[in-house]
């Protein structure tokens, strides 16, 4: 059994029918998802150019929020941020604020973090563990 996390790209690839979240997740393993997360998945729910595209994605978030927990943003998470925003403001590397959250949340729990965004280094962090998923191709014209 994993401790995962699921990052917000997993879950847009999934809601998008471009990763099929059993080839991801175990049925075995303890996933959860951060209250961040959720916050960047709504925000793309909101910017839907369509009510039934709207629909579709909040529809998918409300079927995931059925199985998966969140966590929330607790006062030890926000220790292990600070951390973390300190350890990247040292060493001179720009970081997504949300992707710092994220990590902090993985950190604070003991968990890894699954995700297909490559480009926010999460492996470069200092006790922070990373899955990462082929980011799904574009599809084709």
């Known amino acids: 059994m994993a401790r995962l996390i699921l990052d917000t790209g997993v879950l847009v690839a999934a809601e998008r029918g471009k990763l099929d979240l059993s ?4 049925a ?13 998945y709504l925000a793309g729910v909101y910017l839907a150019d369509t009510d ?7 529809a ?6 059925e199985v998966v927990p969140v966590e929330d943003y607790t006062p030890d998470i926000a220790e292990h941020h600070a951390f973390l925003l ?6 001179g590397h720009k970081r997504g604020a949300h992707d710092l ?3 902090a949340t993985a ?15 999460f492996g470069d962090l200092p006790d922070v563990e990373v899955r990462l ?9």
């Open 23 to 26: 080839s991801v997740v175990q």
């Open 28 to 40: 075995s393993d303890d996933v959860t998802v951060a209250a961040i997360g959720i916050a960047e």
């Open 52 to 58: 039934a595209r709207r629909a579709t994605r909040r």
């Open 60 to 65: 998918f978030l409300e079927r995931i929020l």
């Open 86 to 91: 300190a350890h990247v403001r040292r060493m």
């Open 101 to 103: 959250v994220v990590a």
């Open 107 to 121: 950190r604070s729990t003991g968990r890894v973090i699954v995700t297909t965004d490559d480009r926010a280094r």
């Open 133 to 141: 998923v082929p980011r799904p191709s574009p599809a084709a014209p």
